[in-house]
């Protein structure tokens, strides 16, 4: 596409190498060969030949940063953007909000979540990880905005202006709106595209394709179900880190919390993907 716009060049980087035959083939097909290199490395591993105008990645997870785009990004627009580039998308922001999902729950609960790969086995998959508890992972699925028990609200802000933290820790205050169980939490991103284009990934309709064809939400359980009432707190520290080196993580993340009626608190949770057997 940035060929057909007119990009004088292309470079195109890609770990996998089962990509790139079907890249050239592509390229050339739309005659373009002369115009397009692709590198078949990590980018860290990669030195481009010259500085670029724009920079194209699609390092996002539902999560926005759970595929580890913050150090990979800042080393690409360091290395190979220039001074005045453009970063595509040019801004992503990571929404939480409270649920009540007794479905979801209880599909992670049984260990019953369901899967394309025949071969999935979630034990199988904990005690490759080294994972206590089903509960301290998150899961792929699409949870409906009817289940929200308060408002979305921003937890992080990646702006790839080289001030994008890595590690954080952030607490933030839900207002409950409805009686209801909490069950967990739903992840999302939106990606700034342009001043006019938002990806926004939390639509729930997927008979009138409003859902995401690449991204399902994220959902990040809580293993026992807390009653909630209208006008309650749910008070979320949410953080992102690096386990040790021993650790299957590249990158985990924590959720915890509790819930306050009338000042007092009625119950805790307390999930973390750190937490090891």
């Known amino acids: 596409m940035s060929l057909e716009a007119g990009a004088k060049r292309v470079h195109g980087i890609d770990v996998n190498k089962n990509r790139i035959p079907q890249a050239h083939k592509r390229i050339s097909n739309a005659g373009f060969a002369d115009r397009f290199e692709i590198f078949n490395a990590l980018s860290y591993d990669v030195n481009l030949p010259e500085r670029v105008d724009v920079i194209i990645s699609e390092i996002l997870g539902n999560l926005a940063d759970n595929e580890d785009m913050t150090p990979i990004l800042a080393d690409a627009k ?98 409950v709106i409805k009686e209801g169980f909490l069950t967990g939490f739903k992840g999302y991103f939106c990606a700034k595209l342009s001043d006019n284009v938002l990806l926004d990934i939390s639509g729930d309709d997927i008979k009138s394709r409003q859902t995401s064809d690449c991204w399902k939400h994220c959902y990040l359980p809580i293993q026992i179900p807390i009653k909630v009432n209208q006008g309650d707190n749910i008070n979320l520290t949410y953080s ?36 090891t057997k």
């Open 78 to 175: 360091k290395r190979f953007l220039k001074d005045r580039g453009i970063m595509l998308p040019a801004s992503v922001q990571t929404y939480l909000t409270p649920i009540s999902s007794q479905k979801a729950h209880e599909q992670v609960r049984a260990k019953k979540c369901r899967v394309i790969n025949s071969q999935y086995d979630l034990d199988d998959l904990l005690d490759n990880l080294g994972v206590e508890k089903q509960f301290n992972l998150y899961y792929d699925c699409i949870i409906p905005a009817s289940a929200y028990l308060a408002e979305p609200q921003c937890v992080q802000e990646f702006n790839f202006n080289g001030r994008d933290k890595s590690e954080y820790r952030i607490s933030v205050t839900y207002r």
């Open 240 to 275: 992102r880190f690096y386990p040790s080196e021993s650790d299957a993580f590249r990158q985990a993340y924590a959720w915890q919390g509790e819930v306050k009626r009338d000042g007092k608190t009625v119950a805790e949770f307390d999930q973390n993907m750190g937490r």
